[in-house]
């Protein structure tokens, strides 16, 4: 194979009108509302049209917990999808959409590698069809309406230091984390202070991505909860007279994006909520649309098993009425080393060893998983310095577990490097063995729900959360929101709170340091350390690379 | 005629696929990039390619001191450009696009109105093809680079004291006007008190509305002016390397957007930048394209002509070399009876005194558009009370000031409604009389220029500005920015400074309060008056009343 990097091979795709890619999927070209010749949004009408098809099999790609090495989720999500495909299966892939403001800090970022990547893939890094720009638009309309009510008289009585909502930019701009506003005078009305968090971070953005349909777009975001009152009652969007506003902002955001891959075959890049403190996932209505119109639909969640799938599993599937068919577990021969305690410039040595001692943070997430009731098959993706016996140990311990590994070479070999495991994967998707079930009731107490994960999945000995904490989890109880979800906000490197405690460790602690009620998204964001919700540029940002080259093409961004 | 609303109509509108509207100005589908089926970009790639092209005819449509009795410079520009399609021309029209803030604060604007409307309507008021979008993307980016570069140890020594350069947001924010960023100490830089302004206000706005080419739009980008060190040198938008990555940002929103009429005759939708602060505007690449696509062009400019049109002329033609053939000059008989000292309640009673009266200020628009060199023809847009006795006034009161009045009926008619207008409008493009001239040569003093525009437009006697203002002035000049052209930010409703003085006032001094230097966009702005550039939202905003329907239709936007 040719030793291209991931955006010659972008450059060179040969890309198939937009039209094409629907028509695999039974989309007219009446339906789709293209975005040039090589996207397009799926029309609500037909989304409608299709509710009564029978759904297809849906497959949950996750990962084990990240490493400095990588470990190629997406790529092994568009080469699952591809590999499917091949093997005569109609088959699409659903993922999440990318953040405008990152890429000019660090790199953008491929929609997977080599030669499993979703193509355009510099539109996917930029505006795209301009979903994060509607969410933005919708999220500070209400912040406008809530600062406007105020100056015209606070009829709703609002408590000025009590104000929740902040407002949102797609920017990396530390400087906006903290700002005060309203200054001026009277015709800018009162001060206060306040900030701005990342377009991503928006609960408008998990609302997006949790809703059905425009009715339930339109439900949940009235539910959002943006300030209280002196009395400590809450004052929602709907009292601010803001969720029909917000839902015509939205009203085209909703639909689904149809891309493709570089073997032409069908991808949703649709939404794409924070993996801390939101659930992670792509748009509900991207998989259930895909699941309405393919046979497999390979869908993927942020960061490793721990967070990802969990929130997958216990605030998607749940809330979505969903239930995967079978958990793809991707491994890498070097995460393992790096988890077995090798540094990363040694990683190009062959040693075993260090893959076998590593391996205990992928069994870990193998339980983990099978507690949902699904099964899992793990993916190596394999990297070209990986020795056969490094592979042979992986596969070997995978097999103690219970399971079984397969070896896949999508990132040099596209969709003839996944042929076995796409056949593996539907097969058990087929035999119907998977049992799905969330991994807590909605009834238990929200405090319990946060202990049942920690010591599940986590493998804590216990959640540390003091009396303020707790007190307003039973506040919330009693408001009615405890049939909620928690949604987990802690470190993606460990299971445990530590980003440095690799592997798998036991006898931690999981320290509650604040909670959060996202009502309208349906959730209660559990924070477990520092979470960080606006950005900031590095020293060398990467804009200062970024430009048009003689040709036109876009240079810098990758 | 039927008595449907403007939304009715827009709705009931027979749309023809994009593709055949492209067709009819020599656009392949190839070259269209669709933005669903009814709204496309021409590509960058065929605007190249038809630089060889021999130029159409261009029409400017202008209007009187805009009254609360609506004059309709839209409708007549839509209409005109249906008109001449009628009777046999390849005509199309240039317009600016809308911004998405301001429609939730008011009601959102149709293009146009009765049968003389662009559509589709609806996506014309929100995201329509995300340029507004870009432009905040590209500003803010900027704003965010500038705080960056201090954070990481201001080696431009920018005194953050003198940072010129602000945030933008394309909402009714007053909260916004005026805040300070950077609380929260040392990860989050160094306070500073700074403000937002409404999109439409950005200096990359104007820049974008001017630029020739991707190249030119650089350029442009680059000449920002950002800040000042503490020895008062500039510090430019290039210094700080945002340049490349603003111009990668804006790269789709270059390309100008065709949508069509409710004839399915061709519109460029492109650009919308302020009339006061800047020039007013739909973009030069949409202007000069569509000249090169069709036989005649018609465009319009912001508010009356002693505001829009002299911008056009001395700051869109002077920097694109671009002529006008013709100058249509919108009046209506209620316009003139407001303008007579009639009230809004009392216009619906014949008055032909107070139409006598108010001929006035029609007048001298005539004599001021003449002295740019171009001839004048007055349309009449007609309403419905409109008496016949009325009508005549005017156009003997035209006569008499050696132009000619045509009455239209495009709101009521569509095309037909226009054919005598566009009629004699072709016959004075094409004999050639026009001989355009801008008012003042580049190589005036800045001083000069606003005097030239106050005294020959304005009819003031004289300019009044303290001396740190006319300080500030040589200063410029000094620093190689004397040939600049200026562009004046005063009240559109009245010749003078203050609205409430109708007519065509007199004896009149215009008082400067401030100067700001728009380096990229290349012109001096001079503010007479207060100048809004972040508007606030109304106490009951059209945001309460906005959502969509059983139908899935937006109500409440218009």
Redesign the interface.
């Known amino acids: 194979m040719s030793h291209k990097s991931d955006i010659e091979i972008a450059r060179d795709a040969s890309k198939r009108p937009i039209q094409e890619i629907g028509a695999k999927l039974g989309i007219d070209a009446?339906h789709l509302?293209?975005?040039?010749?090589d996207k397009a949004k799926v029309s609500?009408d037909f989304i409608n049209s299709v509710q009564g098809n029978t759904d297809g099999k849906l497959i949950l790609v996750t990962a084990i917990n990240p490493t400095p090495a990588g470990e190629g989720k997406t790529t092994t999500t568009v080469g699952l999808g591809d590999g499917l495909n091949r093997i005569g299966k109609r088959a699409a892939v659903c993922i999440r959409e990318a953040s405008?403001g990152p890429c000019?800090g660090m790199k953008g970022g491929a929609a997977g590698g080599g030669y499993a990547q979703v193509v355009p893939m510099e539109e996917m890094n930029?505006?795209f069809t301009?979903d994060f720009?509607?969410i933005?638009?919708a999220h500070?309309?209400l912040?406008?309406?809530i600062?406007?009510h105020i100056?015209?008289g606070n009829e709703l009585g609002i408590d000025e230091r009590r104000i929740v909502w902040r407002r949102v930019?797609?920017?990396?701009?530390?400087?906006?984390?903290?700002?005060?506003?309203?200054?001026?005078g009277v015709?800018?009305?009162f001060s206060r202070?306040t900030?701005f968090d990342i377009t991503v971070a928006s609960e408008v953005m998990a609302i997006l991505c949790l809703a059905r349909d425009?009715g339930d777009l339109?439900k949940r975001l009235g539910d959002i909860i943006v300030a209280y009152t002196r009395e400590r009652e809450p004052i929602y969007a709907r009292d601010i007279?803001?969720?029909?506003?917000m839902?015509?902002?939205l009203?085209?955001a909703m639909q689904p994006n149809l891309v493709q891959t570089l073997e032409n075959n069908p991808a949703f890049v649709h939404g794409g909520p924070f993996a801390n403190i939101a659930h992670g996932c792509n748009s509900v209505i991207a998989t259930t649309t895909a699941l309405k119109l393919a046979d497999y639909v390979v869908t993927e969640a942020g960061f490793g098993a721990d967070l990802g799938a969990e929130k997958f599993m216990n605030i998607k599937c749940r809330k979505a009425g969903l239930a995967p068919d079978c958990v793809v577990l991707v491994a890498t021969v070097r995460a393992m080393k790096m988890n077995g305690g090798v540094a990363k410039a040694d990683l190009g040595a062959e040693n075993v060893d260090a893959v076998n001692e590593g391996c205990a943070n992928l069994g870990r997430h193998i339980g983990n998983l099978k507690q949902f009731g699904v099964p899992v098959v793990v993916a190596i993706n394999h990297f070209v310095t990986d020795t056969d016996a490094e592979v042979q140990a992986v596969k070997d311990y995978v097999a103690t577990q219970g399971s079984e590994a397969i070896l896949c070479q999508h990132w040099a070999k596209g969709s003839e490097g996944t042929e076995e495991l796409a056949t593996r994967v539907a097969e058990i998707a087929e035999s119907g063995v998977s049992q799905f079930a969330p991994l807590y009731r909605d009834d238990l107490s929200l405090f319990e729900k946060i202990e049942r994960i920690a010591t599940a999945i986590y493998r804590a000995d216990e959640v540390l959360a003091d009396k303020k904490i707790r007190d307003q989890l039973r506040q919330w109880e009693e408001a009615g929101f405890g049939h909620l979800p928690v949604c987990m906000a802690k470190t993606q490197y460990s299971f445990s709170t530590d980003p440095n405690l690799r592997g798998a460790p036991t006898g931690h602690s999981v320290p509650v340091r604040e909670v959060r009620l996202s009502a309208g998204a349906g959730f209660v964001v559990v924070i477990c350390g520092e979470i960080m919700t606006m950005p900031?540029?590095p020293?060398k940002?990467?804009?200062?690379?970024?430009?048009?080259n003689d040709m036109?093409q876009?240079e810098?961004?990758f």
């Open positions: 009446d509302l293209p975005y040039g010749h609500q405008l000019f930029l505006h301009g720009h509607a933005t638009s500070n309309l912040s406008a309406m600062d406007n100056y015209w930019m797609d920017m990396n701009d530390r400087a906006l984390r903290d700002v005060v506003v309203g200054l001026g015709p800018n009305g202070q900030g425009l339109e007279g803001a969720d029909g506003a839902t015509v902002l009203k085209d900031g540029l020293r940002p990467a804009a200062l690379e970024i430009g048009l036109g876009i810098g961004l």
